[in-house]
Nanobody, 121 residues
Framework: EVQLVESGGGLVQAGGSLRLSCRAS????????MEWFRQAPGKEREGVGC????????TLEDSVKGRFTISRDNAKNTVYLHMNRLTPEDTAVYYC??????????????WGQGTQVTVSS
């Protein structure tokens, strides 16, 4: 059974930091591009960034560049979203996803259940 389990969300003050984790099981983690998405209240889900499957490359959307980064530990089947200098506009449910084809940020194979991040002003 495929599972993606996010953790690390919570309430943080503006300017603070959080690290989200996404632990994967049920598929060959090394083969997959691991992506992060978020969905703010009343808005569509949007891509945040992607960790390439083998070469460690990371791509990030412009809205989070310079503040967020992504890392992965293939030995632990875990991908991380490191979020710094958070603003209230970062408040959203954050999802990780696994993509077998590439960092497409629009079609994925598997989704996590999401974790809430709330940034207070």
């Amino acid at each position: 059974e495929v599972q993606l389990v996010e953790s690390g969300g919570g309430l943080v003050q503006a300017g603070g930091s959080l690290r989200l984790s996404c632990r994967a099981s049920g598929f060959t983690f090394d083969d997959y591009y691991m992506e992060w998405f978020r969905q703010a209240p009343g808005k569509e889900r949007e891509g945040v960034g992607c960790s390439w499957n083998r070469d460690g490359r990371v791509t990030l959307e412009d809205s989070v560049k310079g503040r967020f980064t992504i890392s992965r530990d293939n030995a632990k089947n875990t991908v991380y979203l490191h979020m710094n200098r958070l603003t209230p506009e970062d408040t959203a449910v954050y999802y990780c996803a696994a993509d077998s084809m590439g960092c497409r940020l629009d079609q994925v194979d598997y989704w996590g259940q999401g974790t809430q991040v709330t940034v207070s002003s």
